[in-house]
């Protein structure tokens, strides 16, 4: 089927002649209803994962929409304009007898929730963040603030499952093992904590490969801790990883062997406070393993699809969590570039700011000493 194209016979617009580029604005408004068609095939991708769809068609095979919709459970109207949508946009291929079936990448990307690549809980984010735009349209006209409890449960469920198909494959066997002596260290015992745990996933993971480790988690958020402490006794390690709502700035314990902050730093009210009670926490030998997000020194030098993405999530997430919780003016999601985060590390007296890794396009793993 041929793509329909904008095309700049439309009359021109009244003003002075020559002040508006037609071609200009025909380009841009053929990339603006390509931007409009993504954000639909987003929101396509949450519902194909929400629903199973993409997960019985990567693990089942091709079908009609009729047949997908009976082996998932879902009404057929609804699956066939899905499935034409996404076959549209190129995800799904269909036959000459109206089988659809998802090709080797979307299935990999999409279809395999356990899977290396998976990036189904991207789409998922989204629309779970736009559930609280009028919320954020306040912040814009107010200044005002939108607390985590606002936030739908979706976005909540979406990151537990991120972190848990994510940390699993990654916080033990690669990232301890590349701190010199962490493995020997935790076998031994000690005491860890993170910051901003989420579900505890990351603390379950090395109570479970470091038996004689005494673990605390940190998190503002009540649905976290709650689901952070059910996931601990189901993983049969409460009675040594303990959750808590307090504020780690002020009730991180001294002597740690290890303290986490994945993806969080950023969200701290004032991270470089949070950095020093951090430096002071930790042992002689103890060790600080910081992910954080690959901002920019300089605002757009790397300006494209990714950091579109991540500006926007801040936009909707972060900047309005901050300002609740009572920043002045909140990083953000961005707002931490390197030369910025080496320079409150060194502030808050670590001597050692070693980049370990780069898990993902978004993210650095850090190795921190005192």
């Avoid at 093992?177 to 579900?199: F, M, N, S, Y």
């Avoid at 609740?324 to 001597?351: I, N, S, V, W």
Wanted: proline content about 7%; charged content about 20%; glycine content about 10%.
């Amino acid at each position: 089927m041929n793509q329909p194209t904008l095309t700049s016979e439309a009359q021109q617009p009244p003003g002075p002649p020559g002040q508006l580029d037609m071609s200009a604005l025909m380009a841009f408004m053929q990339r603006f209803v390509g931007d409009v068609s993504a954000a639909g095939v987003v929101v396509m991708c949450a519902l194909g994962s929400r629903l199973g769809l993409f997960a019985d068609l990567a693990r089942s095979g091709p079908a009609t929409a009729g047949e997908l919709a009976r082996r998932t459970g879902n009404h057929e109207r609804y699956v066939r304009e899905w499935a034409l949508a996404l076959a549209s946009a190129g995800y799904l291929s269909r036959d000459a007898e109206g089988r659809y079936a998802l090709p080797p990448g979307p299935a990999a990307a999409l279809g395999d929730e356990n899977g290396p690549f998976y990036m189904g809980d991207m789409a998922r984010l989204m629309p779970a963040l736009s559930a609280v735009l009028d919320g954020v349209i306040e912040g814009f006209r107010t200044g005002s603030g939108l607390h985590p409890e606002e936030y739908p449960a979706e976005l909540f469920e979406t990151i537990w499952h991120k972190d848990a198909n994510r940390l699993g494959k990654v916080l033990v066997p690669q990232w301890v093992v590349a701190v010199d002596g962490l493995t020997e260290q935790l076998t031994v015992g000690g005491r860890v904590a993170q910051v901003h745990c989420g579900d505890g996933r990351a603390l379950i993971l090395l109570a479970q490969a470091f038996p004689k480790l005494q673990l605390v988690g940190y998190d503002p958020v009540e649905i976290n801790v709650r689901r952070a402490r059910a996931e601990a006794a189901a993983a049969g390690v409460a009675d040594r990883v303990r959750f808590s709502t307090a504020d780690p700035a002020e009730d991180l314990h001294d002597g740690l062997a290890l303290v986490l902050a994945i993806d969080v730093l950023h969200e701290a009210p004032d991270p470089a406070a949070l950095l020093r009670r951090i430096h002071d926490s930790l042992q002689s030998h103890g060790v600080f393993l910081l992910l954080a997000t690959n901002g920019e020194d300089v605002p757009l030098a790397s300006a494209g699809p990714v950091s579109s993405m991540l500006y926007a999530i801040s936009t909707l997430q972060h900047v309005p969590q901050g300002l609740a919780a009572g920043a002045a003016d909140p990083a953000g999601l961005m707002g931490l570039p390197p030369a910025l985060l080496h320079r409150l590390c060194e502030e808050a007296g670590f001597t050692t700011v070693e980049k370990l890794m780069e898990p993902s396009p978004f993210n650095t793993l850090y190795e921190l000493r005192a």
